[in-house]
């Protein structure tokens, strides 16, 4: 008998199978493709100087061809779960290979193969994020970067903090499972099966396996609040950087 959790990811997959043609359109500015985001991912490359790169969730390996365009000397490949996406990467111009089919929860690559491993817009569709996460930061010799939602900041003002002080209080599970009817995941029509999702879930995850964080916004803003930007910014990137790079 399927699982539930198996058939969410089921039901995910077959959404991206579906509009995999459309797939660039409808995630326009998701991610990695937002000019603030891709700017901040270049200039820490350019930091870390990194000469291998894995993708995780590289969807038609739109990072991939970017980075290999920014910086000719890298070796940048993707991992993508669904085979439709990686079929439009190679109709796209990306060679067969540069994205491997394979799971960000099982990366299928030895300890410390790629020198930065990241991941853009994904985790809030995993069920497990910080499984994917630990499969990251096994697989990154320098660096993980995530760029991905924070649940802290959407809403209201008195929602933010109502969040944070139940998920602080360990209630938040509950809230949201009876938000979500047991499921766990809402589902909608731009973006397919997703979870309550804030990078900070992943924050002890990340600073555990790492020397050094950066947290940075993803949205274009000003740092005008003491709370920026755990309840001020919807998506923020975060930089793990493993010893002294």
């Given at each position: 008998m399927?699982?539930?959790?198996?058939?969410?990811?089921?039901?995910?997959r077959?959404?991206?199978?579906?509009?995999?043609?459309?797939?660039d359109?409808?995630?326009?500015?998701?991610?990695?493709?937002?000019?603030?985001?891709?700017?901040a991912?270049?200039?820490?490359?350019?930091?870390?100087?990194?000469?291998?790169?894995?993708?995780?969730?590289?969807?038609t390996?739109?990072?991939?061809?970017?980075?290999?365009?920014?910086?000719?000397?890298?070796?940048?490949?993707?991992?993508?779960?669904v085979?439709?996406?990686?079929?439009?990467?190679?109709a796209?111009?990306?060679?067969?290979g540069a994205?491997?089919?394979?799971?960000?929860?099982?990366?299928?690559?030895?300890d410390?193969?790629?020198?930065?491993?990241c991941?853009?817009?994904?985790?809030?569709?995993?069920h497990?994020?910080?499984?994917?996460?630990k499969?990251?930061?096994?697989?990154?010799?320098?660096?993980?970067?995530i760029?991905?939602?924070?649940?802290?900041?959407?809403?209201?003002?008195?929602?933010?903090?109502?969040?944070?002080a139940?998920?602080?209080?360990?209630?938040?599970?509950?809230?949201?499972?009876?938000?979500?009817?047991?499921?766990?995941?809402?589902?909608?029509?731009?973006?397919?099966?997703?979870y309550?999702?804030?990078?900070?879930?992943?924050?002890?995850?990340?600073?555990?396996?790492?020397?050094?964080?950066?947290?940075?916004?993803?949205?274009?803003?000003?740092?005008?609040?003491?709370?920026?930007?755990?309840?001020?910014?919807e998506?923020?990137?975060v930089?793990?950087?493993?010893?002294?790079?």
């Open positions: 399927t699982s539930p959790k198996d058939q969410a990811v089921a039901m995910q077959r959404y991206y199978t579906e509009t995999a043609a459309k797939y359109t409808m995630h326009a500015g998701e991610g990695d493709s937002g000019p603030e985001i891709v700017a991912v270049c200039s820490l490359l350019r930091m870390i100087q990194p000469r291998t790169l894995l993708d995780v969730g590289a969807g390996g739109r990072g991939v061809s970017h980075f290999r365009q920014q910086f000719p000397g890298i070796s940048a490949f993707g991992v993508e779960p085979e439709a996406l990686i079929e439009q990467s190679i796209k111009g990306l060679p067969r994205l491997l089919r394979g799971s960000g929860d099982a990366l299928p690559f030895p410390a193969s790629f020198d930065v491993v991941s853009f817009a994904i985790l809030h569709h995993v497990e994020p910080n499984r994917v996460v499969e990251m930061l096994r697989v990154a010799r320098k660096a993980v970067v760029v991905d939602s924070n649940r802290f900041a959407q809403g209201s003002w008195p929602m933010r903090f109502v969040k944070l139940l998920y602080k209080t360990g209630l938040w599970g509950l809230v949201n499972y009876l938000k979500t009817g047991g499921k766990g995941y809402l589902i909608t029509e731009g973006d397919g099966l997703a309550s999702y804030s990078v900070y879930d992943s924050f002890d995850c990340l600073a555990e396996g790492s020397s050094r964080l950066l947290l940075l916004s993803a949205n274009p803003q000003s740092p005008k609040s003491w709370f920026y930007p755990l309840l001020t910014s998506g923020i990137l930089a793990a950087l493993k010893g002294d790079d």
